[in-house]
């Protein structure tokens, strides 16, 4: 052959890792641009609910039962279960705006908290979603595809949990941040090490952050069977942490709200700053969207991709130690209702960009909250919230049949660019 | 007559875009009919169509007078209608005989295929239009001339009588290219008609019997050769006068700034690519490069910039030696990389146009204060260096791959250009671009000779490197076989050189 173009070689997963890349060319600016990146993600999330209803019904006795007896009995069946479905759903997640009312016109503290719990309660279930969304997101924009969220949340788990428990006597204000960092460097290793095998020898990321994961599991099934276990129990779970460890929780029991969230916010934030704002971020960027080019504008990608590593899994730690330092105040096996792949739909859904981390983090976090009380009211098992993700991801991985099934143009075909004809004609 | 071929009305619209705007041609049997126009004109999309990739949204293909309907490239190669692709469609671990078969595969019974028939044809093949290739050789072990030719057999094994060309001497040496036309003339005179798709004007008055010109997707007109000359063709492509004549004003060359010393350098295959290679390059003097492409330079141009490590030898720049340093640093010592593949190597297509301005310097003040990036200094150098280098584009913040080849082109040039520097390593600065764009290019550069900069020009177009260059080093197979001054060197010296073949071989 005449010419070998390194970059035309491509096989169908590098076409589809490209799909899933974030989308970070600037059609306009402002509301319109916003609507722009925002269009396909929402359109995705109807379609995911549409979806979901469907197989609802399909899966109702009451639906068959219904259509039994005929047309008109049959789709008010169909009307009734959708409805009860997606009711209980939005009260287990948001609270019934029935309650809320009448709790506020009582004036009763205790029934105002009793109606707003749902809701605050799923901001505690968004809160590890937006650390574990912001390590994906992070190394999505990297060019890293960071599988190891999972494996780097239990080390984080792990290493908080330890600093909770075994240091005593120090102030809160030591102590939360020690155990915070504790856990953002357990994930961080956890992370440097596929970065650092991906950058010497070119070990794909992605094998190698999925095989840390089970290493990840097994060493804590064996830390807390063994040294970290509780010395007065045979069950697997750590210590309670200290109580200058806890996150401040702002109300009394049973609602669990917790300081987390506003770490989160903070976090989401600061990401937000290092990658637009910093020129390590523009580094990272460049990396993560050409790594040609960044080498020949004397970027060094090896550094970038342990760096990026390294940084990614540290987010995913501090999930973990969110978990153990607000949630449940220690370490036990199966703390995490598997965040860390959930976060990679929810990278996806939010473009991987920190505002849409925190977005689709929130909408995450309130379907798994509503999803708890849907399955106790309805029976529709909680797995439902699976299948939502799936659809969802499946949609924003194949941005095109969102776009033809709802007849959306490509963003840049509605240009038109006069720039697209030769200069001098 | 009746025309062999005859695009009526053809129009083909993409989102945004009108690339064919109702185009009329009419191909007479046995002419070579050129059709010209920079890059983006709707020359290939035209073609597309009747080879039957695209269909028309308005328009009809008639072929000898009847109304023919292509609807992909098996109709078209049924009503004899054939193309030879710039990128050979051939695999390179099959032979010539069955590459050629592909697709048509002679068979003994039984389905065994029948590869001594093949090869038999092939050979009439080869005499009756004097396309000489060796039916049993591996394509790997072709040079790319014959390669070509083998892309053409494929076409007449299929009785095609409309050949169609596209960009063929994109590849080919000069010798080759003449080869080429030879052969083409040959098959005309069989009764082949020929479509030459071009861009080169100088090609277009060698061989073509008519040319027509398309601009924007509009047919702006057709002509001659005996009518027309190359600047009246730029002129109908481009749409004003283009000054084709470069005028390269008096050497003044100073002291050494890029030497290089028996360079050796392994290419990714851990083969040599680099043999023993040493030149200088003084201020203010443009050193050209010539060759075929794939015969080092481009791992001659990495070793350079820093982006590859050389096995042996050494590189100075202004007196320091640079030979294992970091990209970043020689960059930082004021040199300036027009790199080959601008999309793959020279910016990111999805970052805006500001964000690709400031590639090479993001990382230092004023672009960036300790650790901040500085936007609002950032946009107003990019808007500055927008309305310096006459780039197109809608503004700093649209995104780079949107932009034409030439306006991208001028992206990287406006970054390189607008730095401090004292070497400018130009690889193929021109590839893929139009007349226009080339020229600016071409000016720039010369403005930059004569302001003292050093100049690497590595270029595969030969008349590039003899317009630009104050002295030509041609390359071949990793060694440099001579370094002529361009005031005595001829065309057809240079054109044996890039072939491999030595003055002695010439002489004796």
Request: no cysteine; proline share 4%.
């Given at each position: 052959m005449?010419?070998?173009?390194?970059?035309?070689?491509?096989?169908?997963?590098?076409?589809?890792?490209?799909?899933?890349?974030?989308?970070?060319?600037?059609?306009?600016?402002?509301?319109?641009?916003?609507?722009?990146?925002?269009?396909?993600?929402?359109?995705?999330?109807?379609?995911?609910?549409?979806?979901?209803?469907?197989?609802?019904?399909?899966?109702?006795?009451?639906?068959?039962?219904?259509?039994?007896?005929?047309?008109?009995?049959?789709?008010?069946?169909?009307?009734?279960?959708?409805?009860?479905?997606?009711?209980?759903?939005?009260?287990?997640?948001?609270?019934?705006?029935?309650?809320?009312?009448?709790?506020?016109?009582?004036?009763?503290?205790?029934?105002?908290?009793?109606?707003?719990?749902?809701?605050?309660?799923?901001?505690?279930?968004?809160?590890?979603?937006?650390?574990?969304?912001?390590?994906?997101?992070?190394?999505?924009?990297?060019?890293?595809?960071?599988?190891?969220?999972?494996?780097?949340?239990?080390?984080?788990?792990?290493?908080?949990?330890?600093?909770?428990?075994?240091?005593?006597?120090?102030?809160?204000?030591?102590?939360?941040?020690?155990?915070?960092l504790a856990g953002a460097l357990g994930g961080a290793i956890w992370g440097f090490i596929p970065g650092?095998?991906?950058?010497?020898?070119?070990?794909?990321?992605?094998?190698?952050?999925?095989?840390?994961?089970?290493?990840?599991?097994?060493?804590?099934?064996?830390?807390?069977?063994?040294?970290?276990?509780?010395?007065?129990?045979?069950?697997?779970?750590?210590?309670?942490?200290?109580?200058?460890?806890?996150?401040?929780?702002?109300?009394?029991?049973?609602?669990?709200?917790?300081?987390?969230?506003?770490?989160?916010?903070?976090?989401?934030?600061?990401?937000?700053?290092?990658?637009?704002?910093?020129?390590?971020?523009?580094?990272?960027?460049?990396?993560?969207?050409?790594?040609?080019?960044?080498?020949?504008?004397?970027?060094?990608?090896?550094?970038?991709?342990?760096?990026?590593?390294?940084?990614?899994?540290?987010?995913?730690?501090?999930?973990?130690a969110n978990e153990v330092l607000g949630v449940n105040h220690n370490l036990a096996l199966a703390f995490s209702s598997g965040y860390g792949f959930d976060s990679i739909a929810l990278a996806l859904l939010g473009n991987s960009h920190p505002l849409g981390v925190v977005l689709a983090s929130l909408l995450f976090g309130t379907l798994r909250n509503g999803a708890t009380k849907m399955m106790v009211v309805t029976g529709i098992p909680i797995d439902i919230i699976s299948v939502l993700q799936a659809v969802i991801l499946m949609f924003i991985a194949a941005p095109a049949i969102i776009r033809t099934i709802y007849r959306l143009r490509k963003p840049k075909d509605e240009e038109e660019d006069s720039t697209l004809q030769s200069f001098g004609g | 007559m009746t025309p062999i071929l005859e695009l009526r009305g053809i129009t083909k619209r993409f989102p945004g875009v009108l690339a064919n705007d109702s185009i009329d041609l009419t191909l007479e049997k046995g002419e070579i009919h050129a059709l010209l126009g920079e890059n983006g004109a709707g020359k290939t999309t035209l073609m597309n169509i009747l080879y039957g990739l695209y269909d028309p949204d308005e328009g009809e293909v008639f072929i000898q007078g009847e109304k023919a309907k292509i609807e992909s490239p098996t109709d078209a190669i049924e009503q004899g209608i054939g193309m030879v692709h710039q990128h050979f469609m051939l695999i390179p671990v099959f032979?010539?005989?069955?590459?050629?078969?592909?697709?048509?595969?002679?068979?003994?019974?039984?389905?065994?295929?029948?590869?001594?028939?093949?090869?038999?044809?092939?050979?009439?093949?080869?005499?009756?239009?004097?396309?000489?290739?060796?039916?049993?050789?591996?394509?790997?072990?072709?040079?790319?001339?014959?390669?070509?030719?083998?892309?053409?057999?494929?076409?007449?094994?299929?009785?095609?009588?409309?050949?169609?060309?596209?960009?063929?001497?994109?590849?080919?040496?000069?010798?080759?290219?003449?080869?080429?036309?030879?052969?083409?003339?040959?098959?005309?005179?069989?009764?082949?008609?020929?479509?030459?798709?071009?861009?080169?004007?100088?090609?277009?008055?060698?061989?073509?019997?008519?040319?027509?010109?398309?601009?924007?997707?509009?047919?702006?007109?057709?002509?001659?050769?005996?009518?027309?000359?190359?600047?009246?063709?730029?002129?109908?492509?481009?749409?004003?006068?283009?000054?084709?004549?470069?005028?390269?004003?008096?050497?003044?060359?100073?002291d050494p700034v890029l030497t290089v010393n028996d360079l050796v350098v392994a290419d990714d295959r851990n083969q040599i690519a680099v043999d023993g290679v040493s030149f200088e390059v003084r201020a203010g003097e443009v050193l050209g490069i010539a060759g075929v492409q794939g015969n080092g330079q481009t791992e001659l141009v990495e070793t350079v910039t820093g982006l590859r490590h050389p096995m042996e030898g050494d590189i100075r720049i202004l007196g320091s030696d640079v030979t294992h340093a970091a990209p970043r640093q020689i960059t930082e010592s004021g040199v300036a990389h027009v790199p080959e593949d601008r999309q793959r190597d020279g910016l990111i297509l999805s970052f805006p146009v500001v964000d690709n301005l400031a590639l090479q310097t993001y990382y230092m003040p004023p672009n960036a204060k300790g650790v901040v990036l500085q936007e609002e200094q950032m946009m107003q150098t990019a808007e500055k260096m927008i309305e310096d280098f006459d780039i197109r584009t809608p503004g700093p913040m649209t995104s780079v791959g949107s932009l034409s080849g030439g306006n991208q082109q001028k992206v990287i040039v406006a970054r390189e250009f607008s730095r401090p520097i004292k070497l400018l390593v130009a690889s193929q600065p021109t590839r893929g671009l139009d007349v226009g764009s080339i020229e600016y290019i071409h000016n720039r550069i010369l403005e930059k000779r004569d302001n003292g900069c050093a100049v690497l020009l590595v270029s595969p177009e030969l008349d590039e490197v003899m317009q630009l260059s104050d002295r030509i080093a041609v390359m071949y197979r990793g060694k440099i076989l001579a370094i002529l001054d361009s005031a005595e060197a001829r065309k057809e010296q240079v054109g044996l050189l890039m072939a491999g073949i030595t003055s002695e071989v010439q002489s004796g």
């Open positions: 005449t010419e070998e173009k390194k970059s035309n070689e491509k096989n169908a997963g590098q076409i589809l890792l490209e799909e899933l890349e974030p989308n970070t060319g600037q059609k306009a600016r402002g509301f319109k641009g916003f609507w722009l990146s925002i269009r396909i993600p929402i359109l995705a999330v109807f379609s995911g609910l549409v979806l979901s209803a469907i197989l609802i019904i399909l899966t109702s006795e009451d639906v068959y039962a219904g259509f039994g007896a005929g047309l008109g009995p049959g789709f008010r069946a169909v009307w009734n279960v959708v409805v009860d479905s997606y009711g209980a759903l939005f009260a287990g997640s948001l609270g019934s705006p029935a309650q809320i009312v009448s709790a506020l016109q009582s004036g009763d503290g205790l029934a105002i908290r009793r109606a707003f719990n749902p809701f605050l309660e799923s901001l505690v279930a968004s809160t590890p979603y937006i650390f574990a969304g912001l390590a994906v997101a992070l190394g999505f924009r990297s060019g890293l595809f960071n599988i190891g969220v999972e494996g780097q949340l239990f080390l984080g788990a792990i290493f908080s949990a330890f600093v909770g428990y075994s240091i005593t006597g120090v102030p809160a204000i030591i102590h939360i941040p020690l155990a915070l650092w095998l991906k950058a010497k020898t070119g070990g794909h990321e992605v094998i190698n952050t999925i095989m840390m994961n089970y290493i990840a599991f097994r060493l804590s099934e064996w830390l807390l069977t063994g040294p970290m276990k509780r010395p007065d129990s045979y069950n697997p779970i750590s210590p309670t942490i200290s109580e200058n460890a806890m996150l401040y929780r702002f109300f009394q029991d049973p609602i669990r709200f917790h300081a987390g969230f506003f770490i989160a916010l903070a976090v989401a934030w600061a990401a937000y700053w290092f990658l637009f704002k910093t020129k390590w971020g523009f580094n990272f960027r460049s990396v993560g969207a050409n790594p040609n080019a960044a080498r020949y504008a004397g970027m060094n990608i090896t550094t970038t991709t342990v760096l990026a590593m390294a940084l990614s899994g540290a987010l995913a730690g501090l999930a973990g | 032979t010539v005989t069955e590459n050629v078969m592909l697709g048509e595969e002679a068979v003994k019974a039984g389905g065994i295929l029948d590869r001594a028939l093949a090869a038999g044809d092939i050979r009439t093949i080869s005499e009756k239009y004097h396309l000489e290739v060796p039916p049993e050789a591996y394509i790997k072990d072709l040079p790319v001339g014959v390669q070509q030719r083998v892309e053409i057999i494929k076409l007449l094994y299929r009785k095609a009588d409309i050949l169609i060309f596209d960009e063929p001497t994109a590849v080919l040496t000069p010798q080759e290219a003449d080869e080429l036309f030879k052969i083409m003339r040959s098959l005309t005179e069989q009764g082949k008609s020929i479509i030459f798709i071009t861009h080169k004007l100088r090609e277009v008055l060698d061989v073509a019997d008519r040319i027509t010109v398309i601009r924007r997707g509009k047919v702006i007109g057709t002509t001659t050769p005996q009518d027309a000359n190359q600047a009246k063709l730029a002129e109908m492509m481009v749409g004003r006068e283009v000054d084709l004549e470069l005028e390269r004003s008096e050497l003044k060359a100073g």
